[in-house]
């Protein structure tokens, strides 16, 4: 009888326990819900990322201190984005720095605070525009910019509101409030004593 005792005690203790397990109201029920739709999917730092074209040229490069890329929104976030744009033949056209940027699944960059574009062609007349806030679609290269700009090329200095811009064709119009200072080039003495 001492077996059967045994038995119909650890049935006792396990009947009480499943219940007591399924009832019990401090176990999962209160465990704190994530909304993981506001989380990245993946984020890193100090990164690099190079896309290219569907016949493998390579169109533009973004290094990053801080990459957060969102599922939800389809959006990566760039703390301290380094871009480097690329022609057809492979040749770096621009260099671009913000403080932060935004890359959305329609291939828009849009760049905040101390955004500077710098041309590397040299044959170019336009050298730099700077702004605190600017949209480029890494497509068509068509820049926009609602804030105060300045654009800085050969012998000459623009400022204004509002950018209208072609970094393709090496195009920029300031849109507002323009005042622009020619700087003549530095010419030579050639007199003689």
Partial sequence: ??????????????VTSIYYYQHDESGLNNIDVVD???????????M??????????????????T?????????????????TLYNSDKIKTWHIL?????????KLLFLNEQVVLTNLLTDSQ??????????????TQMVTSSDQ???????FTSTGVGLLGNLHDKTADI????????????MTNNSTN
């Fill in 98 to 106: 913000a403080k932060r940027a935004t890359l959305t699944r329609d």
């Fill in 175 to 186: 849109l507002e409030n323009v005042k622009t200072y020619y700087n003549p080039p530095n």
């Fill in 149 to 155: 700009v300045t654009i800085e090329g050969t012998n």
């Fill in 126 to 139: 336009l050298h730099k525009i700077m702004t605190d806030n600017a949209k480029i679609d890494l497509t």
């Fill in 1 to 14: 009888m001492k077996k059967r005792n045994i038995i119909y005690i650890l049935l006792i203790i396990l």
């Fill in 36 to 46: 993981l739709s506001t989380q990245p999917i993946y984020q890193s730092d100090r």
């Fill in 48 to 65: 690099e990322t190079m896309i290219y074209d569907p016949t493998g040229k390579l169109t533009y490069k973004i290094i990053a201190d």
């Fill in 67 to 83: 990459v957060k890329r969102f599922d939800n929104t389809g959006e990566t976030l760039f703390e301290s984005p380094d871009v």
